[in-house]
C-alpha cells in the first residue's frame, strides 16, 4: 500500500515537475532592449577585461543608447566614430550576442583583414560564448577530434554556427567571403583600415549582402583617421551622412549641457613651461566653472550625459565617442600626450592623438577649391510652367551690409531636399528706408508651383550682427513678426544648436533669435557635397535673372573648417579662403528659419501625397502655432 502511494506521488511530481518545465519552455521571453540584454545575459571573460563578470552598461552610460539603437527594430544603420578605450569592441559583441539569443539571424562581421578577424574571433568572441550561458547554450559546438564530431554542425573560427542563425567572420580583403551570403545583420568594425579589392570597394559589397532583408541591421565601427581615403568611405564621411549625435553632460552649477571636447579642457604652466598637474581641468564653456579635474571623469558627470542629434532630420543614427567620456582615462595622461607632441612638434603623433584619444579624424588646411565649380556647373533648368511642385515651403535669408541688403530665398521639398529659388541683391544706404521697401517687395512675393499652387516665403531671418543697423533692423522687424520676420545673431561658439529660443530684452522688445553658426555651416556643407539626388540635396536653376552666378557661388563655398595646434591649444573654427561670404551667411539664415518652422515643415511632409494641398490663408494659420510650439511658447 505504501509502496503503491509512494508511486503515485512520483509520478505526480514528475507530472508535475514535467509541466512547469514544459510551460516555462513555451513560455515567451520578455521583449528587452541591447542595454537591457546585456546587463542580464552578458558575460564579460576573464583575461579579456579588467572588469570580468556581468557586464554592466552603467559602467559607461554613454553606451546605452547606442547600443539600443543598434537593435532596435525602428533604426536600419548605426554609425560609430569612436576613439580607444571607450569600449566600442564590448559594444560590438554585445550586439552579437543580443542577436545570437534575443533574434537569431545571418551574421557577418567584417574586420579589415582575415588575420584580424580570426584574432577577434579567438580572443574576443570565443571567452565570450563559453563565459556567457545564454549564448553557450545555443552555439554549434566545435569538432573535437578526439570525441568525434559533435552533436550539431561543427563551428569555425571564421563560421560559427547556433540555433536559428550563424556568424560569419570574414576579412574585408576577402572578396569570396564578403559576396558568399544573404546577410541580415552587418556589423563593420574598424572601417578606415578597409583597403579596396579587384570587385570594389568592401564596404559596399557586404552592404549588399543585406538588401534582401526589410529588417536588416547595420553597424559601423571605427577609430577615424582622415576625412577621406582612395578605395572607400571613411568613418567621419559616414558619421557626417547621419544625425551626428554629440554626448553633452550638465554643469551642476549652472545646469546648462556641453560636449565633452578638447576645447573645454584648460591647465596652465609654471615659469619653465611646464604644465602645473594640479591645474589641469574640463571647465563649463558657460559658466566656465571646474566640471572635472587631473583624474577619471566623476560617475555623476557620466551619468548626467544625454546624446543629441545635431542634425536631427536625417534617418541614419550617427555617434561620437570621445575617450574624454571613458571611465578609464586620466585627463593629466592625455594632456601629457597632447604636450609632449606638440614640444616635439610632431605631427604623427597629433595625428594619433586626435584620431585615438579624441576620436575626430585629421584635417589638413586643405580647401576644395573646385567646389563651386561643381556646384556652378550642375544648375539645372526648372519646369517652364512653375517651380518644382515637390516644394512645400519657402524661407528667406537677409544679410546686412553697410551699402546693401542682400537676400536668398529657398523652397523645401520632401527629407530636406532644396531648391534655391533666388539670390536679390538690394543696393542701398539700409539707413534709408526705400532700400527696406524694396525687401518688402521681394519678401511678399508669390511663388507660383507647376502643379498650380500659390505659396509665399514662411519665415525670414535677418542678420542683425552690424552694431551701426542693429537698431534699424530692430525696427524693421518687429512690425512684421506677424509675418514671420525675425531679427537673428550668430554665435560661433561649437555645438550651439543652430536655433535657439528668442530673447526679446532691447529697447524695441524685437525678438531676437541667436543661431549656432557653426553648427549651420557644417550641415551645409554636408548638403552642398551631397552628389546624389533625393534627401537633402540642393538644387540651383539656371538663368540670368536668378542671382545664381559664378560670384554667388564663390562666396558660397568661401569658408573651410580647420584645426590648428598652436602653443599646446587646440584652435577651431571657420576659415575664409575668399573675401565674400554673403551668400553663405544667407543660406545659414535661411537654413535656420526652416528650423524653426520644422513643426509645420513635418506636417507638409506627412501629408506630401494625401489629396489637394491647403490654400495660402490655411498654411499661414497652421504654420503660425506649429511654430510658436517649437520654440516652446507663443511669441
Not at 64 to 93: C, F, G, N, Y
Not at 445 to 456: I, N, P, V
Request: aromatic share 8%.
Amino acid at each position: 500500500m505504501k509502496s503503491t502511494m509512494l508511486l503515485k506521488n512520483c509520478t505526480s511530481y514528475s507530472s508535475n515537475r514535467f509541466a512547469r518545465g514544459l510551460a516555462k519552455t513555451l513560455k515567451p521571453r520578455p521583449k528587452l532592449t541591447g542595454s537591457q540584454w546585456a546587463d542580464t545575459y552578458r558575460m564579460v571573460a576573464a583575461g579579456t577585461s579588467p572588469e570580468p563578470g556581468l557586464w554592466r552598461t552603467a559602467r559607461v552610460p554613454y553606451m546605452r543608447e547606442p547600443l539600443d539603437m543598434a537593435t532596435a527594430h525602428s533604426v536600419e544603420k548605426v554609425v560609430i566614430m569612436a576613439a580607444s578605450q571607450v569600449a566600442k569592441s564590448e559594444l560590438l559583441i554585445n550586439v552579437l550576442g543580443y542577436y545570437i539569443d534575443q533574434e537569431p539571424s545571418s551574421i557577418m562581421m567584417v574586420q579589415p583583414t582575415v588575420e584580424a578577424a580570426e584574432a577577434f574571433s579567438k580572443e574576443r568572441i570565443d571567452p565570450t560564448l563559453q563565459a556567457s550561458p545564454a549564448l553557450r547554450d545555443k552555439m554549434s559546438q566545435p569538432v573535437d577530434k578526439e570525441k568525434g564530431r559533435s552533436r550539431k554542425a561543427g563551428s569555425t573560427i571564421r563560421m560559427k554556427n547556433f540555433t536559428g542563425g550563424y556568424l560569419a567572420m570574414v576579412g574585408s580583403n576577402s572578396p569570396a567571403g564578403l559576396a558568399s551570403r544573404p546577410i541580415r545583420v552587418l556589423l563593420a568594425d574598424e572601417i578606415d583600415r578597409f583597403g579596396s579589392t579587384q570587385e570594389g570597394d568592401p564596404l559596399k559589397l557586404a552592404v549588399q549582402r543585406t538588401q534582401n532583408f526589410t529588417n536588416r541591421k547595420i553597424v559601423f565601427v571605427s577609430t577615424p583617421t582622415t576625412e577621406v581615403r582612395e578605395g572607400g568611405p571613411t568613418i567621419y564621411s559616414e558619421f557626417m551622412k547621419s544625425d551626428q549625435r554629440e554626448f553633452m553632460v550638465k554643469c551642476q552649477k549652472c545646469g546648462e549641457r556641453f560636449e565633452m571636447s578638447w576645447g573645454n579642457v584648460h591647465w596652465d604652466k609654471d615659469g619653465t613651461g611646464t604644465v602645473i598637474e594640479d591645474s589641469i581641468r574640463m571647465e563649463c564653456p558657460h559658466c566656465h566653472a571646474k566640471v572635472r579635474g587631473n583624474g577619471k571623469p566623476d560617475p555623476y558627470l557620466l551619468e548626467s550625459g544625454i546624446w543629441v542629434a545635431k542634425v536631427p532630420e536625417v534617418k541614419t543614427v550617427g555617434y561620437h565617442l570621445t575617450s574624454l567620456c571613458s571611465p578609464w582615462v586620466e585627463l593629466k595622461d592625455l594632456v601629457s600626450d597632447f604636450v609632449e607632441a606638440n614640444r616635439k612638434k610632431d605631427k604623427a603623433g597629433l595625428q594619433e592623438f586626435i584620431n585615438l584619444k579624441i576620436g575626430e579624424p585629421w584635417h589638413e588646411d586643405e580647401a576644395d577649391l573646385s567646389l563651386w565649380e561643381k556646384l556652378s556647373e550642375r544648375r539645372e533648368f526648372y519646369p517652364v510652367a512653375g517651380l518644382p511642385k515637390e516644394i512645400l515651403m519657402f524661407t528667406c535669408g537677409v544679410d546686412v551690409q553697410h551699402d546693401r541688403l542682400e537676400a536668398s530665398i529657398f523652397g523645401w521639398a520632401k527629407d530636406y531636399e532644396s531648391y534655391g529659388i533666388k539670390h536679390v541683391i538690394i543696393q542701398g544706404d539700409p539707413k534709408l528706408s526705400e532700400v527696406w521697401s524694396t525687401l518688402d517687395v521681394a519678401l511678399m512675393e508669390k511663388f507660383q508651383l507647376e502643379d498650380g499652387r500659390e505659396l509665399t516665403i514662411s519665415c525670414t531671418f535677418i542678420d542683425s550682427g552690424d552694431g551701426t543697423l542693429t537698431d534699424k533692423v530692430y525696427q524693421y522687424t518687429k512690425q512684421r513678426e506677424h509675418s514671420r520676420v525675425f531679427s537673428i545673431k550668430g554665435s560661433s561658439t561649437i555645438g550651439k544648436p543652430i536655433v535657439d529660443r528668442p530673447t526679446n530684452n532691447n529697447r524695441y522688445r524685437a525678438h531676437l533669435f541667436v543661431l549656432g553658426v557653426d553648427a549651420g555651416k557644417r550641415l551645409i556643407m554636408q548638403r552642398l557635397s551631397n552628389q546624389d539626388i533625393g534627401p537633402s540635396f540642393v538644387h540651383f536653376p539656371r538663368g540670368r535673372d536668378n542671382g545664381f552666378t559664378e560670384e554667388y557661388f564663390k562666396q558660397l563655398t568661401a569658408e573651410v573648417f580647420v584645426r590648428k595646434y598652436e602653443r599646446g591649444k587646440v584652435y577651431e573654427g571657420w576659415k575664409k579662403i575668399r573675401e565674400r561670404n554673403e551668400a553663405l551667411d544667407c543660406y545659414v539664415y535661411a537654413t535656420a528659419a526652416l528650423e524653426l518652422m520644422k513643426p509645420t515643415y513635418e506636417l507638409y511632409v506627412a501629408n506630401a501625397n494625401e489629396g489637394p494641398k491647403p490654400t495660402t490663408k490655411k498654411i499661414a494659420k497652421k504654420k503660425r502655432s506649429a511654430v510658436y510650439s517649437s520654440i516652446g511658447d507663443e511669441i
